[in-house]
């Protein structure tokens, strides 16, 4: 039995929010274990993990499994069907797969496989992302080994004693020396004698940002602004975005779709706006950059303001509604800017609340669960 091969299921998928978290637990585990663990992904048929898992050199299977949508769809009816076909499908893939234990990361593409292996006698682990639980996992839970959060509190979702504070965890490598600041800035043609404010959001949840962006710009009215501006648009509003640009010239702003190296605009940055999903919340964390949370309102069990408000408690993060983010977000970030008291207090907190090894610390975790067994 030693010389047996680990074999683990990684699910969760449907957002990078599920599905990132378990691809840097594969990572982990490949480094811990080598050529001695074998690793298969389940998700969702023709949502983004199907494309995005295999891409990064994992085998990956699909379940036909489908969530509710929210207004009255006809689509619903079809949802017990597609949940019972997956639960089989799911069973089948385990026993095939001959796991060894199963590991959700959240989203209803987790659901069946991990409901088919605790049923089978197979050890589950879940890691939550969220400072609150969303409902997949609450269910779960129930008969899981080891719930592995990201946030304190949490027994008000998930059984105390099997609780383990592990952080989220990350692909990249993020830490508060972070890359070369003088690098930084020159990759993003800034200068080092003015403050840089990073604005980011996800790729349809910089909306309520670039609106933010086009009154902070039109506000300046021609004349210089206090700061200078890293601003991730999304791909979706790119082209807009560079027009309104082009009719309101504006120095010391960068501008693009996506931030490849995150690594560098972090390093630049003084104090970030952001959404606040719960990759995001654990970046900063590990940089410690301040930040001006602008939590989207479109999102499950509205986790967002829930992960922001989470951090504010602990003097971590200033948050504003997304309502109000067109007039409010930018002059927060300014007055933070300009108090250096209030920047260094708010780095401590943040770096108070950073879990470095989580990846790490869930590996540690399954295989200790595994290793009751074998």
Same mark, same amino acid.
């Given at each position: 039995?030693?010389?047996?091969?680990?074999?683990?299921?990684?699910?969760?998928?449907?957002?990078?929010?599920?599905?990132?978290?378990?691809?840097?637990? +594969?990572?982990a585990?490949?480094?811990?274990?080598?050529?001695?663990?074998?690793?298969?992904?389940?998700?969702?048929?023709?949502?983004? *993990? /199907?494309?995005k898992?295999?891409a990064?050199?994992?085998?990956?299977?699909?379940l036909?499994?489908?969530?509710?949508?929210?207004?009255? *769809?006809w689509? $619903?009816?079809?949802? %017990?069907?597609? &949940?019972?076909?997956?639960?089989?499908?799911?069973?089948?893939?385990?026993? #095939?797969f001959?796991?060894?234990?199963?590991?959700?990361?959240?989203?209803?593409?987790?659901? %069946?496989?991990?409901?088919?292996?605790?049923?089978?006698?197979?050890?589950?682990? @879940?890691?939550?992302?969220n400072?609150?639980?969303?409902?997949t $996992?609450?269910?779960?839970?129930?008969?899981? +080994?080891?719930?592995?959060?990201?946030?304190e509190? /949490?027994?008000?979702?998930? %059984?105390a004693?099997?609780?383990?504070?592990?952080?989220?965890?990350?692909?990249g490598?993020?830490?508060?020396?972070?890359? $070369?600041?003088?690098?930084?800035?020159?990759?993003y043609g800034?200068? #080092?004698s003015?403050?840089v404010?990073?604005? &980011?959001?996800?790729?349809?949840?910089?909306?309520?940002?670039? *609106?933010?962006?086009?009154?902070?710009?039109r506000?300046?009215?021609?004349g210089e602004a206090p700061?200078? &501006?890293?601003?991730?648009?999304?791909?979706?509003?790119?082209?807009? /975005?560079?027009?309104?640009? +082009?009719?309101?010239?504006? #120095?010391?702003?960068?501008?693009?779709?996506? @931030?490849?190296?995150?690594?560098?605009?972090?390093a630049?940055?003084?104090?970030?706006?952001?959404?606040?999903?719960?990759?995001t919340?654990?970046?900063?964390?590990?940089?410690?950059k301040?930040?001006?949370?602008?939590?989207?309102?479109?999102?499950?069990?509205d986790?967002?303001?829930k992960?922001?408000?989470?951090?504010e #408690?602990?003097?971590a993060?200033?948050?504003?509604?997304?309502a &109000?983010?067109?007039?409010?977000?930018m002059?927060?970030?300014? *007055?933070?800017?300009?108090?250096p008291?209030?920047?260094?207090?708010?780095?401590?907190?943040?770096?108070r609340?950073?879990?470095?090894?989580?990846?790490?610390?869930?590996?540690d975790?399954?295989?200790?669960?595994?290793?009751?067994?074998?």
């Amino acid at each position: 039995m030693e010389n047996k091969k680990y074999r683990i299921i990684l699910s969760g998928g449907g957002t990078g929010g599920h599905i990132y978290p378990a691809v840097a637990v +594969a990572e982990a585990l490949k480094r811990r274990l080598g050529d001695d663990v074998e690793l298969l992904f389940v998700g969702a048929e023709g949502k983004m *993990e /199907m494309e995005k898992v295999p891409a990064l050199g994992y085998r990956i299977v699909g379940l036909p499994i489908a969530g509710l949508q929210r207004r009255l *769809e006809w689509r $619903n009816l079809l949802v %017990p069907f597609k &949940v019972l076909r997956s639960v089989r499908l799911a069973r089948r893939t385990i026993r #095939a797969f001959g796991a060894d234990a199963v590991v959700g990361f959240g989203g209803y593409a987790s659901a %069946p496989v991990l409901w088919a292996a605790q049923r089978m006698g197979v050890k589950t682990l @879940i890691q939550e992302q969220n400072s609150y639980a969303g409902l997949t $996992n609450k269910i779960l839970a129930r008969r899981a +080994a080891r719930i592995c959060t990201a946030y304190e509190g /949490m027994e008000r979702f998930f %059984p105390a004693e099997r609780i383990r504070l592990t952080g989220n965890p990350l692909r990249g490598n993020f830490s508060q020396a972070g890359a $070369n600041r003088a690098e930084a800035l020159a990759h993003y043609g800034l200068a #080092a004698s003015k403050p840089v404010v990073l604005v &980011v959001g996800g790729s349809l949840g910089t909306r309520s940002l670039n *609106e933010m962006m086009k009154a902070w710009i039109r506000s300046l009215d021609g004349g210089e602004a206090p700061v200078q &501006v890293i601003w991730q648009t999304g791909r979706y509003y790119e082209r807009e /975005m560079r027009a309104f640009l +082009a009719e309101h010239p504006a #120095a010391g702003i960068w501008q693009g779709a996506f @931030i490849d190296r995150m690594d560098l605009a972090y390093a630049a940055a003084d104090v970030v706006i952001s959404r606040s999903g719960a990759g995001t919340v654990s970046e900063l964390c590990l940089v410690a950059k301040p930040v001006v949370f602008v939590p989207s309102p479109n999102v499950a069990e509205d986790h967002q303001t829930k992960n922001a408000r989470a951090l504010e #408690a602990q003097g971590a993060a200033v948050v504003v509604a997304d309502a &109000v983010c067109r007039d409010e977000a930018m002059p927060r970030a300014l *007055e933070l800017v300009a108090d250096p008291g209030a920047l260094a207090a708010m780095r401590a907190d943040l770096a108070r609340l950073a879990t470095p090894r989580a990846a790490e610390a869930v590996v540690d975790e399954l295989l200790e669960v595994i290793g009751n067994d074998r």
